[in-house]
């Protein structure tokens, strides 16, 4: 099993191009995330799913957007990159269950930059 | 607004010697604490995990003290080893409202073992 697989791992854009972020999981979870990581902010909440073909707003969702049209897959978009969104981008997935609650399975990240 | 404060920032510790990285937090729903620690460039991983219901949970090297009158928790790694150095988050998640499962990450602290 894969686990959690994002791709690209690394990005260079320019200020108002777009992209998007694909965050695939193989572990049949139902919950998917979306952090950033800065430093000296630790993991912060972008948008998260908890189901397929739902989505809902983190702690810093502004400039983003999510779709989540089928469960293994979660996508981050940005339609118009700015120099503030420069950041190491991680997905994660949890089953669901509330056993399984905040146990979080991480990808290994996407590092962005905007110039 | 960051619900969880995590101290110190960066820590540097002696081969054999004992770690400890301090959280505190203020939402009183929050009923799962995780620490997470991440090696540079993967995605973070769980370490151990506790729930409110006790005050203190060891895994091998790793203890979490867990303070619910304070709303405080601290890891502990005794016999610090040059293989833990990796940052390490804690975290805070609710069941409530709908067990979406979010975490709520601290700033991180980076830790580093000199042999």
């Known amino acids: 099993n894969a686990g959690v697989t994002q791709t690209p791992k690394f990005r260079v854009l320019k200020t108002g191009q777009s992209m998007t972020l694909l965050c695939a999981q193989d572990m049949n979870h139902e919950y998917m995330y979306w952090y950033r990581q800065d430093p000296g902010m630790g993991l912060r909440l972008i948008h998260y799913?908890?189901?397929?073909?739902?989505?809902a707003k983190g702690e810093v969702p502004d400039g983003y957007n999510v779709s989540r049209l089928k469960k293994q897959n979660f996508l981050l978009g940005l339609e118009s990159a700015a120099p503030s969104q420069t950041s190491v981008y991680f997905c994660a997935s949890i089953p669901g269950s509330v056993r399984g609650a905040g146990e979080l399975f991480f990808g290994e990240g996407s590092r962005l930059t905007v110039l | 607004q960051q619900q969880v404060k995590q101290s110190p920032q960066s820590l540097i510790v002696q081969k054999g010697g004992i770690s400890i990285i301090n959280c505190a937090y203020e939402n009183t729903a929050f009923d799962y604490f995780p620490w997470y620690q991440q090696f540079p460039g993967k995605g973070p991983a769980l370490l151990i995990a506790i729930r409110p219901d006790v005050s203190e949970k060891k895994e091998g090297r790793f203890t979490i003290s867990f303070n619910k009158s304070a709303k405080q928790f601290s890891l502990h790694i005794m016999d610090s080893q040059p293989g833990d150095s990796a940052t390490y988050f804690c975290?805070?998640?609710?069941?409530?409202?709908?067990?979406?499962?979010?975490?709520?990450f601290g700033q991180g602290t980076t830790l580093q073992v000199k042999p």
């Open positions: 975290a805070a998640s609710s069941r409530g409202g709908g067990n979406t499962g979010k975490l709520i």
């Open positions: 799913s908890v189901g397929e073909g739902t989505t």
